[in-house]
């Protein structure tokens, strides 16, 4: 059987390989980050000031943060996998030296970071379409139990935050 696809004419056309799309939200906020040294980020920075600076613990220079940044700015860009990232750095293009575990959790925080900065700003700037948020988890064995329990609950994204406001899920969180 031939793999088909809708065509914009609503006609039946042979399947598109698919190419990543840049998303414009995350790239602009990834690039607005400032390098800053690990002592400063982790003893210094509060609130907006950290979220808008970019630092990785155990790592000294500013030309290597700025280099990992940079290389991450890139992923946003082009769509570039894990995988593929980890090949440059195995390659020297990209300046570290850290076990797979800590690579593996520089990539998916600061791009997963970058994503939902992006998609936030996407959806306050559609709230006066859509005034109330929807928490929806996925609701599998992997689903933690404080978030089944926020499944379904909705609440105004303007309102100061309270109690009942869903709070922003952990690194590698499935769900929200």
Same mark, same amino acid.
């Given at each position: 059987?031939? +793999? ?20 414009? $939200? ?49 992923? %946003? ?15 020297? $293009? ?9 690579? $593996? ?15 936030? $700003? ?13 928490? +929806?988890?996925?609701? +599998? ?9 926020? +499944? ?5 994204? %303007? ?18």
């Amino acid at each position: 059987m031939n +793999d088909v696809t809708l065509a914009a004419d609503g006609g039946v056309g042979p399947l598109q390989p698919l190419e990543p799309l840049p998303f414009a $939200e995350a790239i602009t906020w990834a690039k607005a980050r400032g390098v800053v040294l690990p002592g400063p980020y982790y003893n210094d920075l509060q609130g907006l000031a950290r979220a808008m600076s970019f630092s990785i613990a155990g790592l000294a220079k500013l030309d290597q943060l700025q280099a990992v940044k940079d290389s991450l700015d890139a992923v %946003l860009e082009t769509g570039e996998s894990f995988g593929g990232w980890k090949k440059r750095v195995a390659s020297g $293009e990209i300046p570290l030296d850290l076990p797979p575990h800590r690579l $593996e959790n520089i990539f998916r925080t600061n791009v997963q970071g970058a994503y939902n900065r992006g998609r936030y $700003e996407q959806q306050m700037a559609a709230v006066a379409a859509f005034p109330w948020f929807l928490y +929806d988890a996925v609701n +599998d064995s992997r689903t933690r139990p404080a978030h089944s329990a926020m +499944d379904g609950k909705t609440w105004d994204p %303007l309102r100061p935050c309270s109690a009942s406001t869903p709070t922003a899920c952990r690194v590698t969180c499935h769900t929200g």
